[in-house]
Every structure is written in structure tokens, then in C-alpha cells.
């Protein structure tokens, strides 16, 4: 295989609990916990989970928004495991971020005009004639009207709001750009719209995504592979066709006994799932979903290894009793 | 023998009337009605939907409910709600205080928008049950302890002491939903309140919605853009465009039965898990027009491009079939 894009490997991010009079460090929330993962040029990525599972935290790390504990970030070549921020400015160009909440990440002091021309302008790029130009495009790109540009982001609704992120995301025509729910807060027409665009793009400059989201029919369209987290680590990994025809994890069966469906009155078979939500807090010992469950054989994989095997041709899933059928678990203790 | 409980829902009480609701800003371009004399009923016990696309009103429809509009640019202009007995469009500032978080709980579309950044959240709950009901300090923690656990937080004592900023943005939604749901309202209206929500806790979150609803006979308007999520949990769904209904049926009607080609439209957007995968989304043509430029005729129209005479006068609101009624525009409901 050639090199990949992105390739991250056995990357943790921890983010200390403090408590206690002194506000000591009294523990750590294990938000990203080894997660390996990589992207090809060209290629998305889905990643879906349960909420709180990290996956905010593992795209924020990749784009170095925050700072690794363990593990290794390659992009394009580069170690950015540890760069610092003067190294990365010149890597942004490349590598994009769309956020999940967009009031958080747009200043809504800014006019929609200076938000789309600022990176143009950090990088030293085109004259103000030209940067005019490359705002209307923009928009024109994410259908929003050029009459926007005057604008505050206060005065759109949500869905144009993350039109306005997706414009300043693509702006300089990255090479990969990490995805936080992009379309969550977006109706579906002007979803299609987005996911038709961001489809548009990959063809047109070979893009890559890495795509978060939790809905699952919206991940399937645009994704090429899905890797299915669950507190802080990786348990499933396939190409999306796969993945949904052929799940192995316990988790990812449930998950996706769980998407709604638009026909009123159906009745579908739901696995609901029993117990807390887990904390990424101190995580149990063993398996995490075994843990949930109260699987019968969780005291099993206490320290055990329950990293990821090839079950199926580039399907992977994690090796753990609790959450594997009898068969597919015997299947993976037989593979390297 | 039970009486289903849809049947129930039919004659039960009106809570909420909404009639020909007028909400406007006031802009540069002049006072813009946002919403555009917008009618529903909420009864107890029912689940009132809402969809429709980007910038058509539906937040600003519940804000105007509450009465917290964007000040001082927006304001209602004409029409009543009544709420039980009560008249909001003329209640005081410190009638809706009560009003609000009591009688009416809020979940708003942003959740950091509903949540103060520099109290923890076991602050802000806590304040929530001070100020509306009788109960001491040491009560009113024990109560905000239970409601995060109602909303499967883990660890939820130790979450108390958090900032918003500590948590990941579908535990920040189950906040906000915890809020809303404190105090026990008879009306609880939930702008896109799982869209941050992965699909099994979603699935839990509105099952836990419908539990509460029917404990306390209450009543919902669910503001989504998932048309799942409509499906499975509303008994009556309205769809916007351009600030007003253009359409308004029980729930297995509007998905057996669309009329308006705006609601097609819609309904065809939406991907499927068997749509192929990567493939272009059927979208609605042209672009929502922003405030200033729309007409006084059909509005879909008006984005279709179509010229003619149905752009000029406002078509009548109809009752096209029993409980079954459209904006009756020749050129987008067929055989009328
Ligand atoms: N403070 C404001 N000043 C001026 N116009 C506003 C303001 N807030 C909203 N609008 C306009 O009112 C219209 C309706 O907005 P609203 O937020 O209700 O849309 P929505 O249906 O909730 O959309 P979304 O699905 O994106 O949340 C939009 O055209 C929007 O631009
Ligand atoms: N700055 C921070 N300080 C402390 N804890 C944090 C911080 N950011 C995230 N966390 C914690 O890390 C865990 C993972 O959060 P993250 O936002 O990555 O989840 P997520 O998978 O994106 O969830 P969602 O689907 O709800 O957005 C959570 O337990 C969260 O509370
Ligand atoms: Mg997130
Ligand atoms: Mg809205």
C-alpha cells in the first residue's frame, strides 16, 4: 500500500481531573485511549460512536488543536505529534477542521467576509480584489446568497451558520479535513446539498475526510470505510458496505438497531442497551462494553489484549468475548 | 380493553393554540416577518413536529412562543398564543420568567447558547429548581444529581462540578435537556434537542421524552430535520417554508401521503441506508430567498423560478382531506 495521508497510531489524549481541597490532579479522563487509524488520499473515513467516546477529542488532536499524551500523528509526511504551532501554521493549508457547535467557532464579531477572507490573508494569498472574488465563489459554493458576506453570523440560522464553516474550511483547498458533524445541524435538503458538495470537492481536488457523525445513513453515503469507536478506542473497523451488512461487534449491532427509521408504525427490533453509559473517567479494566453489559465473561478480559484482528479481508474488529459471537471470537484467537 | 393511545390524543385538551402568528426583525432592509401568520394546536399528551428547511422559522416559531427573541430586533407583530388560559403575546416580562423552565421547558438549538460558560452545571440545575420550586439547597442538589442520571450522564456527581466547556457536545445537549425537563412542564419544546446525540442515546433520550410525556399527559413541539425521528416519535407534523405552513397532517399521512412538492421534495432528500453509496442526493432545486426578497405568493414557487400568476396572491390554507391541510398553490399540490 502507498503511504497513506494521515496515518495516527496507538494515539492517546488525557485530559487531567482535578478534585480534592488543593485541586489536585486526582485522575484522568482517558478520552482518546490508542486509537490507530489511517487515511488515504482521496479516501473518508467515517467515524461514529457514542456520545462522549472521544471522537471529537481524537479529530481536535489531529489537527493539533490539542496535544497528544502518547502515540504518533503523521500527516503528509510530517510528525506533527509534537510540532509546534509555528510548524504546523504552514500545515493548516493542507489541514482543515469543520466544527461540531458553530457558534463556538465562529466569531461572531467578524462579518461572514472577514471570517472567508482571513485565511486567504494569514497565508499571504491573492490581492484584495482577488480575496473579494474568492469569498463570493465560496459562498456561491455552500449556496449561500452573496449578499451574506456583509453579514454577522448572528443574523443566519444554524444550518446557513455551517454553511459559512464548510466555506472557510475549503477555502484554501485543503488535502484532508477533518469532518466533526458537519451536517448534524443541518435539514436534510440542505445536508444533500452539503454532502453532495463535499462528494463534489473529493472528486474534483481529491480530498480526503475524515467524517464524524452519529447518523449512521448519512455516514454510509459519504464514507468509504467506517471505524466504530467506544470509550476512547477503536473496536471495529470496515469498508461501510460491510460494516453494515456484516457487523460483528456487539456494539455496532446495537448501534445500528438504533437509527430511526421515516416509516411511521414500524416496528422494528431494537437492542437496547442496558446500564450506564461508561465514564471515561477511570474506565473499567477490562472491556468497556463487556463492562456495560455485565457480560458473564468480563472478569475474563480484565488485562487482557483486545486490540484489533482482520476477522475479514480489511474488516477488523476488536478480539474481546464479550462483544464477538462464539465463532468470530474463536475466528480471531486462530488469527496472528 | 385500552384505548390506543393516539386515539386518546385527539380529544384530549388544547394546551398550546397558535394563530396566525407574525414575528418580525428589524433590519437594515426594514421589519422582515421571519414568520409569516403560522397556525397550530398543541393538545396534552401529543407530540406536535415541526420540519422544513434551513432559515423557514422554526426557531424562530418557538421563540416567539417563549419570548426570547433576539432583542431588540425581533418582535411578535400580530396574532395570539394562547398557552392554558393565558395570553403569551401580551404576558409581561416577569409573567414569562415564571412561565418559562416551569410551564414550558426550552431546550434550545445550541447548547452552549442555554448554558452560562462560567457556571458549573450542578450550579445552573440547582438554580433551576431554587427558583421555581420550594426546596432547599441541599434538595435541590440531590434533585440535580437525579435528573443527570435521568439523562444517563455517567458519573453524574462528579459532573456537577464541571464547567460546560469539560464536557463533550452530546453530554452538553443532555444538560440542556435535563433543564428543560426539571421542573416538570406540561409543554416542553425541543428545538433539534438529539441532533448532538449518537443514535442509542438519542433512542434513549426520546424514549425517557415520551415517558415523561405521558407521566404528566404533556405535551411536545419537536423541531428536527430528521424525518426518522418525526416518524417515531410525533403524532402530527407541520412543515415550513419561507416562514410559513405549507403543510399540516398526522404523521402516517404526511410520509404515505405528501401533498405540497415541497414535502416531496423533502421526503426525497433524505438518504437511505440503501441508497448507493457515494452517489449524488436528489436535491430541491434553486435556494431559500432571504427575508427581504420574498413574495407575497407561493414561495416554493418563487424558488422554483416558475413565473406566473402564483407568485402574486397568497394561496388559501386548506383542508384537503380531514385532519389533512396545505397551502393550496395550483402548481404544487397536484389535483387539488
Ligand atoms: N436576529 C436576527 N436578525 C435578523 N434575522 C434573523 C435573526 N434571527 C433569525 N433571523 C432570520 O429569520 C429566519 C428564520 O430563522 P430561524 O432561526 O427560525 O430558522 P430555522 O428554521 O430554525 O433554521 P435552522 O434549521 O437552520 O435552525 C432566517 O431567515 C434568519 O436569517
Ligand atoms: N477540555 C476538556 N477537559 C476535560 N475533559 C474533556 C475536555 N474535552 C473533552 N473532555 C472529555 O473527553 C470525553 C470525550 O469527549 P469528546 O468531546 O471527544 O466526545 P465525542 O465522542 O465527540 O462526543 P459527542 O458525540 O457527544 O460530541 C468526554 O468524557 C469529555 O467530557
Ligand atoms: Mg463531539
Ligand atoms: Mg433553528
Redesign the pocket.
Known sequence: MSTPLLHVQDLKVH?PVRGGLLKRTIGA?R?VDGVSLSIAAGETLGLV?E????????GKAIVRLSSPQAGRIVFDGHDITHASQAKIRPLRRDLQMIF?DPSESLNSRQSVRSILEEPFIVHGLGTPRERQQWVNELLERVGLPSASADKYPFEFSGGQRQRIGIARAIALKPKLIICD?PVSALDVSVQSQVLNLMLELQQEMGLSYLFIA?DLAVVKHISDRIAVMYLGKIVELASSEELYRNPRHAYTKALLSAIPVARPGHQKQRILLEGDVPS?INPPAGSAFGHRINHPRYAETMGMDLSLKEIAPDHWVAADPCCLSEEDYALCQSLP | MRIESTKEVRVSETLLKVDRLITAFDTDAGLLRAVDEVSFEVRRGQTLGIVGESGCGKSVTAMSIVKLLPQPSGRILDGSIRFKDRDLVHASGAEMRKIRGNEIGVIFQEPMTALNPSHTIGKQLCECFLLHKPMSRKEAWQASVEMLQLVRIPAPEQRMHDYP???????RQRIVIALAMACRPDLIIADEPTT???VTVQAQILELIKEQQQALNSAMILITHDLGVIAETCDEVVVMYGGRVVEKAPVEEIFRAPRHAYTKGLLASMPHLDTPPKTMLPVIPGMVESLQNFVRGCRFCQRLQRQGTSTLERPAFVEISPHHWVEACPLCVDSL
Open positions: 485530559f479522563v478520552a460512536g456520545s462522549g467516546c472521544g471522537k471529537s477529542t481524537l461540531q458533524e452519529h471515561p | 466547556h469539560q464536557l463533550s457536545g452530546g453530554m448532538a446525540l449518537d
